[in-house]
């Protein structure tokens, strides 16, 4: 699957990138991590919304609940959790 659509997008990839072996996506390099696209309040952002979706997903199947936390969400314009993390997100 990763060398179909490796394929596909390989014409759409600027010639920096197809220098070298590049006639399967299994011999292409891992990219350079980049630090400056770092943004530590996103990631700690999406580490508390995965904290909630976790604890909901485990309520939800620990008391045999039939909800889905969209269904809540698309009817209020905001939800809100309750953290031990003093910093604002």
Do not use: C, W
């Not at 009817?75 to 959790?81: I, K, T």
């Amino acid at each position: 699957m990763s060398e179909s659509i490796y394929m596909r997008l390989k014409p759409f990839l600027p010639p920096s990138l197809l220098e070298g072996h590049t006639e399967s996506v299994h011999f292409l390099l891992f990219p350079e991590v980049k630090e400056k696209f770092f943004d530590e309040a996103i990631q700690r952002k999406v580490r508390r919304m995965t904290t909630v979706l976790d604890l909901t997903r485990y309520l939800r199947e620990s008391r045999s609940l039939n909800f889905k936390v969209d269904q809540y969400i698309s009817r209020s314009n905001e939800v809100g959790a309750i953290t031990r993390d003093r910093r604002r997100p």
